[in-house]
C-alpha cells in the first residue's frame, strides 16, 4: 500500500520528501524516497518544512486511524496531504475529505460523500449519494450502489458489491466479491454471495 501510494502521489505532481516508518527493519531508501524516522519524527518535520503534509498510506483501517491520532497528538494544527489519481471520475459534485487516497479508474456519482482518509483502490464505482466514512478502505474493482453507507474503518474487500441503500456499519470487514444485500452491524465480518454474518470481525 505505502509504495502504490508513494507512487500515485508522485504521480500528482506531489513533491515528497521521504517516508516515515515505526519499523526498524524498513529500507533506508525506497524508489528513490529517504527513510526520516519513525511517525512522531513529523512534527520536527513540520518546523523545519512550511507547508508539509503528511499522506498516511497505511492499508488497514484502524492501523490508520491509530496512526492519524499520533499525528495529530504530535500536531495539533495536522492538515493531511491526498492523493487522487487524475483518472477518477467526478459525476457531478460530491465531497472528498482530506487525507483520501483514491486509484486509478475509479467513477465517484454525484452527492456522494467520502469521510477522512478513506482509501479507494482502482476501478471502484461509488454510486450516487453514497457515504463512505472516515479510514474506511474500498478494494480494487468493488461497487457501492447508490445511497449506501459505509461506516467508519471498515474494510470492503476486492470486488465486492454493496446493494443500493444498504448500511454497512463501522469496523466491518465486507468479504472479497461478496454481494451485501442486507445491512451489516457494527464490528461483523460479512461475506458471501448474498453475504451472511460470519460473525465479528478478526483482526
Ligand atoms: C474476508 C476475509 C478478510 C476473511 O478472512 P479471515 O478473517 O481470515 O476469515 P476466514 O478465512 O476464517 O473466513 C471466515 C468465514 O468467511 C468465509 N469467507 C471468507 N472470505 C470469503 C469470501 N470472500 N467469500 C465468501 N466467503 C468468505 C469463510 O469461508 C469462512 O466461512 P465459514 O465460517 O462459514 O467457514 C478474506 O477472506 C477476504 O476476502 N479478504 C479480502 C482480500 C482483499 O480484498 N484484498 C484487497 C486488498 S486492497
Known amino acids: 500500500m505505502g509504495r502504490c501510494a508513494m507512487s500515485l502521489a508522485s504521480s ?3 513533491n515528497i520528501l521521504g517516508f516515515l516508518d515505526d519499523n526498524l527493519l524498513t529500507p533506508k531508501e525506497i524508489d528513490g524516497l529517504p527513510y526520516m524516522g519513525p511517525i512522531e519524527e513529523f512534527r520536527q518535520l513540520s518546523v523545519k518544512h512550511a507547508g508539509l503534509r503528511p499522506l498516511i498510506a497505511v ?3 484502524r492501523s ?3 496512526v492519524f491520532g499520533r499525528l495529530l497528538a504530535a500536531t495539533p494544527d495536522l492538515q493531511l496531504a491526498s492523493a487522487i489519481d487524475t483518472s477518477v ?3 457531478g459534485p460530491s465531497h472528498v475529505d482530506s487525507g ?3 486509484f486509478p479508474g475509479v467513477v465517484i456519482g454525484a452527492g456522494v460523500r467520502l469521510g477522512r482518509s478513506v482509501v479507494i483502490n482502482a476501478n ?3 454510486g450516487a449519494g453514497s457515504v463512505i466514512k472516515d479510514f474506511s478502505t474500498v478494494g480494487p474493482g468493488a461497487n457501492i450502489g447508490s445511497e449506501a453507507a459505509i461506516g467508519r474503518c471498515t474494510f470492503v474487500g476486492m470486488g465486492a458489491a454493496i446493494a443500493q441503500g444498504i448500511a454497512v456499519g463501522e469496523d466491518c470487514t465486507i468479504g472479497a466479491l461478496s454481494f451485501v444485500r442486507q445491512n451489516i452491524p457494527d464490528g461483523y465480518l460479512a461475506a458471501g454471495i448474498p453475504a451472511v ?4 470481525r478478526i483482526r
Do not use: E, N, Y
Open 12 to 14: 500528482c505532481q506531489a
Open 59 to 61: 492499508g488497514d483501517t
Open 64 to 66: 490508520r486511524l491509530l
Open 89 to 91: 471520475t467526478r459525476v
Open 100 to 102: 483520501c487516497i483514491i
Open 124 to 126: 471502484v464505482t461509488i
Open 197 to 200: 454474518l460470519k460473525g465479528p
